[in-house]
């Protein structure tokens, strides 16, 4: 031991205390191991501060974001008009071209991120829906409900857009069924309803660099529909978040009266819920109701990484995993 | 996956599972790469994708009906406004030449499936001015 200089004893047959044999760096520490030993150590760093969640996860709660648009023509976003500034949307087909940016962009609440006077999503302000949050009370989540359009076109009617986060907390991959109900209708061959998931190419939040997307399900049902069976399974990868995907159109009832029909159901211990390694992902969850994304307003997503940042800024604000 | 046909044999629902609920019989079971088709066709015994010009027709189909909803809804709209100027009481205080502007716009609305270019090129009449 070096040398050690005390000026009193104070407590003969104290606790007997082995220190370090070499110095420290400038502003270390002597560290206990509560058992005598002590040596050098550095000061304790807390980790970059991150966001509360939204909830707790693994508890059964699960959540999705969505809006709407309660506006005739689904030709784009967000102006919603053939002559408008935008480009084409198809929403059978949200899953896949140019559709998909729009989607998301539409469905975390502004369909022209870049934008500067345009309308958000719909080509109006009688009903468009902010980005909001909405957690299931038993197997379904979503909703079923009639609406008022102004313009009472029956056809390219209005739509809901919802994002639900699904983890795979386990170390083996897991094939997961989703059921969804969705209204529909298909006239101008712009409408349709579709359930697709997005699956990162890495588990880990802040690695992600490309997206991959697949349908499950769709609907191009010609005759007003107000509720049309979505249904199909995905393989999630292990420790992995997929987000699964919504979109439907309005069906006309009667004069100006429409049916917006967008929930999933069945999201319980029988069935999407049955392996209890798969939850709802509340960080990611979160991260989509909070989240600055600043998604570019157009490209192609599936396969590239445009989608990245919906992982990478949720690392960043809700911690990563 | 399975699907469903409309009477035009044209897919109208798409799903990758069936729920409990659903009976198979009445769902035809497809091979999962026609998934990423624009559109599925059942074109007699075989279930194809359809090609673009077979969309294309049926949506010109759909939107020529719509169309037609579209205007015979609003020429039932006029119709109803212009319903209280045929009231008796009240037409018969209107002279023979506004009876004749009215009775004349209402039969043009009525008509109005009549015209060569409807649903998509129509001419609504206007109002009459009294």
Known sequence: MSKLVVDTIQRPGGATLSFPVTDGTAGQFLKSDASGNLTFSDTYVFPSPTLPILAQEGK?????????????????????????????????????????????????????????????????????????????TGDRLGYKRDRLQWSNSTSNGGHTFRIMPIRNTSAAAISVPFYARCSDYYSSGYEGTCMFVLTPNTSTYSTVTTVSSTRLSYGQTSTDQSGTNLTGSISIPANTTVLVCLANTNSYQTTYRFKDTSHWYYLNSSYTFSNTNIVCDMRMLSSLYTSNFNLPNTGTCNGTGILAPLWTKTATNFGDR | MFVK?????????????????????????????????RRIIKDGDIIRAATDAECDAELNTLRVAAAANKMRWERDQAL???????????????????????????????????????????????????
Request: hydrophobic content about 35%; aromatic content about 10%; some cysteine.
């Open chain 1, 60 to 136: 059964g709660i699960v959540g999705c974001v969505s809006s709407f648009t309660d506006r005739n023509n689904t030709y784009s976003s967000p102006q919603w008009s053939s002559s408008g500034p935008w480009t084409t949307y198809t929403n059978y087909n949200a899953h896949d071209d140019n559709n998909l940016i729009q989607f998301i962009n539409m469905a975390l609440g502004d369909g022209l991120p870049q934008g500067t006077s345009e309308w958000f999503i719909g080509d109006d302000d009688r009903g468009s829906g902010p980005r909001a949050v909405q957690f299931a």
């Open chain 2, 5 to 37: 046909f409309n009477e035009q044999n044209m897919a109208k629902e798409v799903m990758g599972l069936l729920p409990p609920t659903e009976n198979p019989a009445d769902w035809t079971v497809v091979s999962d790469e026609l998934m990423s088709a």
């Open chain 2, 80 to 130: 109803t406004l212009s319903d209280s100027l045929v009231l008796p009481d009240r037409f018969a205080k209107f002279t023979a030449a506004q009876q004749a502007t009215i009775t004349t716009y209402r039969e043009a609305l009525r008509n109005l499936p009549d015209q060569p270019g409807f649903p998509l090129e129509v001419t609504i009449p206007g109002a009459p001015v009294l």
